[in-house]
């Protein structure tokens, strides 16, 4: 099926561990977008990529990174997880006109 | 200051009845795309409905509409006919053509609940 696809569905993690979040798209998007939600709150941006090779923070960059060395992947890296990056993430894809393709979401614990 | 604000944190609604969910936004972009998404308890993003700075006419989509009032900067959502199915979190979204990475700014969303 066409779309962002993300993995895992859900994790959890414990203090201080490592991982990454995978994110996957098959539309030939240039654009490219991490997001995070806490409980009953709207959407944060974490990174953004505008191409292959090119990364830019959002709002909320600390504690993560990214790369996009293809135009299909733009995985999210966590390092020294924190009880504060508890949240759903989202990976969504854009074109650049006004259609957003938002992957299924990742829920992720740090404990 | 907030892009996006929603001063809804929850509503109700009777089934069959009409619903207006509030969005205001903050930009000096003349250009700028505003969207309506879905997120039910499954949690997936679905979006609704879109509505751009330059359209002249107000955006509608089946059930859903969008009450675009430029010059007070809202951009309210008008969900007609509301069914069970509608109860859900509802986020509306700016993006403004002026920034490189076309990304989308959330407001804070609303709990909409539907009562049988």
């Known amino acids: 099926n066409a779309g962002v696809t993300q993995t895992p569905k859900f994790r959890i993690l414990k203090i201080g561990q490592s991982m990454t979040l995978q994110c996957a798209q098959d539309m030939n998007h240039n654009y490219m977008y991490w997001y995070r939600q806490d409980p009953g709150m709207g959407l944060k941006l974490i990174y953004y990529?505008?191409?292959?090779?090119?990364?830019d923070k959002g709002e909320v960059p600390n504690g993560y990174n990214v790369s996009r060395s293809t135009t299909e992947d733009f995985p999210l890296r966590l390092e020294l997880a924190a009880p504060s990056q508890t949240s759903v993430y989202f990976c969504a894809s854009s074109a650049g006109n006004e259609g957003y393709t938002f992957g299924s979401g990742t829920r992720l614990t740090v404990v | 200051a907030q892009k996006i604000t929603q001063t809804q944190p929850g509503m109700f609604v009777q089934e069959k009845e009409a619903v207006t969910l509030d969005c205001t936004y903050d930009t000096s972009d003349p250009s700028y795309g505003l969207f309506w998404y879905k997120q039910p308890s499954s949690g997936e993003m679905i979006f609704l409905i879109y509505q751009g700075s330059y359209d002249q006419q107000n955006a509608t989509e089946g059930r859903y509409s969008l009450n675009f009032q430029k010059a007070r900067k809202s951009a309210n959502l008008v969900i007609s006919a509301s069914q069970l199915g509608d109860s859900a979190m509802y986020f509306c979204?700016?993006?403004?053509?002026?920034?490189?990475?076309?990304?989308?700014?959330f407001g804070g969303g609303t709990r909409l609940m539907v009562k049988p």
């Open positions: 990529s505008v191409g292959a090779g090119i990364t």
């Open positions: 979204a700016m993006r403004e053509i002026d920034n490189a990475g076309n990304m989308l700014t």
